[in-house]
């Protein structure tokens, strides 16, 4: 079975700083990681992923991940805040043998305080 | 949300009601999938669909029926049996080609009065 855990409920940042946020997986087989972001009452929007290649992935709106496999994490990364950040961050991980089934953390709140 | 639409964005709902959600795509992606959101608890899997005719259950199916007639189409029926059915529910597909990233409906929020 694959799982996801996002350990954080909530993060806080202020405008400006650097902000991260933690994502470990468990899957047999390699792992494709994914990083979705979701505003009040809207469906999820696509961040970025990682299928293979170079740890560090670049995604939408200058955020980043780095696939780390001997730790089995995937953090959500951004070098400086924007307000317009906050929103509901979800992490999700499929195996190259499953088929499509995405397993899904239940969610991390960001807020950025300007 | 573009190329998946849901309908409606707001359905009310009276206890002992079935009620069907719409899921249409016009991504030309072969699978479909249906979750239930609920706050503090991430997505849910319901049922899920890779091909036409074809649907298998997620982790949470009870009390919920699809069909899959049409690639475009994947509709969700909350029947009565579902006991606790208020929830936000998001249609998503992917195609063989994303490496399963997943595309999102705008989703529906269900209330049951």
């Known amino acids: 079975a694959q799982s996801v855990a996002q350990p954080e409920d909530q993060v806080n940042v202020a405008e400006g700083n650097p902000l991260t946020v933690k994502c470990t997986y468990s899957v047999s087989g390699n792992p494709y990681l994914f990083w979705y972001v979701q505003y009040p009452n809207r469906g999820l929007q696509f961040l970025l992923k990682y299928i293979t290649g170079d740890n560090l992935v670049k995604g939408s709106y200058g955020f980043e991940a780095e696939f780390n496999k001997s730790q089995t994490s995937f953090h959500l990364k951004k070098p400086s805040a924007l307000v317009s950040d906050s929103a509901l961050y979800f992490c999700a991980v499929s195996a190259n043998t499953n088929a499509g089934k995405s397993t899904f953390g239940d969610g991390t709140t960001l807020t950025v305080k300007p | 949300d573009g190329g998946i639409t849901q309908s409606p964005k707001y359905l009310f709902r009276k206890e002992g009601q079935n009620v069907t959600l719409s899921c249409e795509q016009n991504?030309?992606?072969?699978?479909m999938y249906w979750y239930r959101q609920d706050p503090g608890q991430g997505l849910r899997l319901i049922y899920y669909s890779q091909i036409v005719n074809d649907f298998q259950k997620g982790d949470i199916a009870e009390g919920y029926s699809v069909s899959r007639e049409k690639k475009e189409s994947f509709p969700l029926t909350v029947t009565s049996a579902q006991k606790n059915p208020t929830a936000f529910y998001l249609c998503a597909t992917d195609s063989a080609y994303s490496y399963n990233e997943q595309f999102f409906g705008p989703g529906t929020r269900l209330t049951v009065l």
């Open positions: 991504l030309n992606h072969d699978a």
